[in-house]
Antibody
Framework: QVQLVQSGAEVKKPGASMNISCKAS????????IHWVRQAPGQGLEWMGI????????SYAQRFQGRVTMTRDTSTSTVYMQLSSLRSEDTAVYYC?????????????WGQGTLVTVSS | DIQLTQSPSFLSASVGDRVTITCRAS??????LAWYQQKPGKAPKLLIY???TLQSGVPSRFSGSGSGTEFTLTISSLQPEDFATYYC?????????FGQGTKVEIK
């Protein structure tokens, strides 16, 4: 079955970087885009960006430009999301999601979420 | 960026009620809209994509409609497991923004 399994919770200090992984299984990894979405405590969903199936192309939300990097390793079917220069406002649950693909889009399978806490 | 505004932000309803949530886009997005359900502590679940296509495994009491700038998610007969927060997301152009959410609670 399709699964996206994310790495565990992290606690980071302001100014540090975080690097979350999302390991895929149960589908052909090289055929699907992967999104990243975050959710601050008690808040709504925020789309961060997307990486294409080969990892050659990404698109990031403007507010994360310069701080976020999404990569993927096809040999291990793993997607990574790095966010640098962390601040307290980056405290959130971070999700990866597989995109439906084709002419329709939306996240059809999601990881379990990774809580990142930024605190001094 | 395309802004999505959901209404209402909060909805109190009873089991068996018909519930409608609206999502308005700041510019036309054709039918490039998805709806999600999220329960506390869980990842979102895709309900509807392409504005009106029911995702596999989602009960038929959920339906979506609309195109352009106005969309609706309807639950024909609210069930106890449907109490959750619902989000729309436009997938017309990057960044793929979300609405602010609609929380559906038990009356």
């Amino acid at each position: 079955q399709v699964q996206l399994v994310q790495s565990g919770a992290e606690v980071k200090k302001p100014g540090a970087s975080m690097n979350i992984s999302c390991k895929a299984s149960g589908f052909t990894f090289t055929k699907y885009y992967i999104h990243w979405v975050r959710q601050a405590p008690g808040q709504g969903l925020e789309w961060m960006g997307i990486i294409n199936p080969s990892g050659s192309s990404t698109s990031y939300a403007q507010r994360f430009q310069g701080r976020v990097t999404m990569t993927r390793d096809t040999s291990t079917s793993t997607v990574y999301m790095q966010l640098s220069s962390l601040r307290s406002e980056d405290t959130a649950v971070y999700y990866c999601a597989r995109d439906l693909g084709g002419t329709s889009n939306g996240g059809d399978y999601w990881g379990q979420g990774t809580l990142v806490t930024v605190s001094s | 960026d395309i802004q999505l505004t959901q209404s209402p932000s909060f909805l109190s309803a009873s089991v068996g009620d018909r519930v409608t949530i609206t999502c308005r886009a700041s510019q036309g997005i054709s039918s490039y809209l998805a709806w999600y359900q999220q329960k506390p502590g869980k990842a979102p679940k895709l309900l509807i994509y392409a504005a009106s296509t029911l995702q596999s495994g989602v009960p038929s009491r959920f339906s979506g409609s609309g195109s352009g700038t106005e969309f609706t998610l309807t639950i024909s007969s609210l069930q106890p497991e449907d109490f959750a927060t619902y989000y729309c997301q436009q997938v017309n152009s990057y960044p793929w923004t979300f609405g602010q959410g609609t929380k559906v609670e038990i009356k």
